[in-house]
């Protein structure tokens, strides 16, 4: 709600005092032909896309804006009698100045607003002329680009030139005049070898290629055919095993001796008569177990494979027959090869020069002539004119506005501090978030002038601050479930207890433990207005201070804190009557904590601490211990498996989910037997309204005596 009228309040002050606002507007058409960009345009960054947001540039740029002022104020800056300034004139320019598309294409509107009508006609006219004198100034500018570009390729290329030709003049006089026509016949001749071995190297490579893959065909059906045991056709196996010898032969020669070697030919002659052999044998009575198709088919794949080795024998003889010309040629004409290049490259690159500077003197000229001639294509359609009346006031649209603009940022900030909230405040979360019930809600006790009822007393702001942060003080501003028993504060603690005593069906808790997931949740006012309440009901109750880092029963009932639990530990000359003490509440009893301990996780994990707490059981109908807070230490949960139960205590809009989630999470894994959750510091009267009187109206507008609370 705050924000809500504070944004409204400044929304509406704003939208009330606001001061009229005069315009003043010019038509403008931008008309720029589409041409494409010269190469020349290309090389310095292309030809300039003039987009709405490059003329916007130009308005807010800072020599725009002071040329306007200077033009728009020129009387006032001149007059010896007007204080105003060229800065200050700026000032006054910048963002008045605004330029928009309109609906049709092209067309844009040049705005100026003042408060002054005189003034804004001022600034709308001056704003025109400057901006299409910047306009053009920028085309005039890339054109004076281009020529300056070119210019320097031709000085470029100059040199260049001068270079080529000293080169072309010193190489003729080092070798005398060559004549390239008389050397052409020995180039092409050259050439044409060059040609004819890598069309026998490109031709080779297919037929390789081609032979790899009969080849494969022909060894996988010659694998099938060939018998692989002893075979009753001796004379097929002795042409089998002629043939496997003359291809190992072959093989082995082919890596030393040259494809037209008279052995390799012979090799060659020998496996086609003997192949042929093998056909006729195979095609014969005596090997009718053999498929005859597929001895075809393997005679046939045997002379592709050698075909196709001839052809390759062949091509590499051709091969190496033109590798030797060119290096015979090259071996005989050394000087006569490299001069015939080396002159015709030199005569091409003064020929390649002096057509290069021809071209870009031309272009020169062109960009020239384009840049005396070109506009920027500004047009002004309409002039602008002195505004009669200021522009319509939007008050009540600023005033909605501010109102949207609240509501929005209340709710979000609501939002916000509800998102980033992590702590526990209702019921529903603490059963989400560890599973474990809610056994009692203890209201928050108001004071000053905000408390009612006969009791008033903030157990968590009134009285001296104990040792472990824990706000003790007076023990009837403590222990009001005796001093107030009507008190709805009372009702909620006897509520607890009813739903300790229902939380085991199968078995009665005798003995329990009270801790927190961390400091300052009321713990030990929860324990002794607990305990309290089991007295009340005519139990024999004991409330045991466990707590021997920080000690707080005895602050509580003011007792004196030694000797107690620590000192029962510690020495074996000391009995459970030795430290129990008796309070004003009938029937309820207290063992204070006792002195410092260097090791209380080890005393209150020992057997003579288990043995204490059966003899504490023995005497008592109820024993509570209040221990410190589970994450901090150990000592809750190593006390934990010792008692019938174990509450765990919550403050309402304080503790964290993730901390309580926590220590049930490390309660659990002692194998502690958790009772459940009590929420303690709940403001019932900002959570529950005006219930929260009501609340307190049904117990305290009686006369009717204060009763026994049990």
């Known amino acids: 709600m705050t924000a809500f009228l504070v944004v409204l309040g400044v929304t509406s002050y704003f939208a009330l005092t606001k001061a009229d606002v005069y315009q003043s507007s010019a038509e403008i058409l931008i008309d720029i032909p589409e041409v494409q960009a010269s190469p020349w345009e290309v090389a310095i960054g292309g030809k300039k896309v003039r987009s709405l947001d490059f003329y916007k540039a130009i308005l807010e740029s800072q020599p725009f804006l002071k040329k306007v002022a200077q033009k728009a104020y020129e009387e006032e800056l ?13 000032t006054r320019v910048m963002g008045r100045i605004s330029f928009t598309p309109q609906r049709h294409e092209g067309f844009y509107r040049l705005s100026a607003i003042a408060n002054d009508p005189d003034e804004a006609f001022a600034l709308a006219d001056a704003a025109k002329d400057v901006f299409q004198e910047q306009c053009n100034e920028l085309v005039r500018q890339d054109s004076q680009k281009l020529v300056e570009y070119i210019t320097e390729q031709i000085e470029a290329v100059s040199e260049q030139l001068a270079q080529a030709t000293h080169d072309l003049e010193a190489f003729q006089r080092q070798i005398g005049e060559v004549r390239l026509e008389e050397n052409q016949t020995v180039v092409s001749e050259l050439a044409s070898y060059r040609q004819r071995q890598a069309e026998a190297a490109n031709l080779k490579a297919t037929i390789r290629g081609e032979l790899a893959s009969v080849r494969g065909q022909y060894l996988e059906l010659d694998a099938r055919i060939r018998p692989s045991g002893p075979t009753g056709n001796t004379r097929l196996a002795q042409l089998q095993n002629q043939l496997a010898q003359i291809d190992a032969d072959l093989e082995r020669l082919k890596l030393t001796r040259e494809p037209d070697d008279p052995e390799v030919r012979q090799l060659r002659r020998d496996r086609e008569k003997i192949s042929r052999a093998i056909v006729q044998e195979s095609m014969s009575g005596s090997s009718s177990g053999l498929n005859p198709a ?34 015979r040629f090259q071996r005989e004409h050394p000087d006569l090869f490299r001069q015939t290049i080396e002159l015709a ?13 021809n071209f870009l003197v031309e272009e020169r000229e062109k960009a020239r002539i384009k840049g005396a001639t070109e506009t920027a294509g500004i047009k002004i359609i309409d002039n602008p004119r002195r505004p009669i009346a200021p522009l319509p006031s939007r008050t009540k649209t600023y005033i909605l506005f501010g109102a949207v603009i609240g509501i ?29 019930p809610v056994l009692g809600t203890i209201p928050q006790i108001r004071t000053g002038a905000k408390a009612t009822g006969t009791y008033a007393g903030n157990v968590f ?10 706000d003790v003080g007076r023990m009837s501003e403590k222990i009001i479930t005796h001093f107030a028993p009507k008190d709805p504060i009372s009702e909620a603690y006897r509520t607890l207890r009813t739903n300790i005593q229902f939380a085991r069906l199968d078995k009665r808790i005798r003995s329990m433990l009270v801790s927190s997931a961390g400091p300052k949740e009321g713990k030990s006012l929860t324990v ?10 005519g139990e024999k109750t004991l409330v045991v201070d466990a707590d021997m880092r920080r000690p707080t029963q005895h602050h509580l009932f003011g007792i004196e804190r030694d000797p107690g639990l620590t000192t029962l530990l510690s020495r074996g000359d000391l009995t459970l009557r030795d430290v129990v003490r008796s309070t004003e509440v009938d029937n309820l009893y207290v063992i204070p904590g006792g002195g410092s301990a260097p090791n209380p996780a080890e005393l209150l994990g020992s057997a003579r601490m288990e043995a204490l707490i059966a003899e504490m059981m023995g005497e008592y109908g109820m024993v509570i211990f209040d221990t410190p807070p589970v994450v901090a230490v150990t000592d809750a949960a190593l006390l934990s498996r010792k008692v019938d139960g174990a ?18 999470d490390l309660l659990r894994k002692v194998g502690a037997s958790l009772i459940g959750v009590v929420m303690n510091n709940i403001d019932v009267y900002h959570r529950y309204g005006s219930y929260g009187h009501y609340y307190h109206y049904y117990y305290y507008s009686s006369d009717t005596k204060v009763g026994s609370p049990s």
């Open 647 to 664: 509450l765990l205590v919550c403050r309402w809009g304080q503790t964290d989910r993730h901390l309580l989630m926590h220590a049930v």
């Open 345 to 357: 490259r030199l005569r091409r690159v003064v020929d390649t020069h002096n057509k290069a500077i």
């Open 294 to 327: 597929a001895v075809a088919a393997w005679q046939q794949l045997r002379e592709r494979v050698a075909q196709l080795e001839a052809e390759l024998d062949k091509l590499e003889r051709q091969e190496r027959f033109y590798r030797n010309e060119i290096a």
């Open 78 to 90: 001149s007059s010896e009698t007007s204080n105003l300034t060229l800065d200050a004139a700026l």
């Open 461 to 470: 702001g009134v009285g001296e601050a104990g040792p472990n942060g824990d």
């Open 408 to 436: 929005l940022l209340g709710v979000g900030s609501a939002y916000a501090l509800e998102y980033f909230d992590n702590s526990v405040r209702t019921a529903e979360e603490v059963q989400r978030y560890v599973s474990l």
């Open 528 to 537: 002794i207005n607990l305990a309290t309440t089991f007295a009340q009901m």
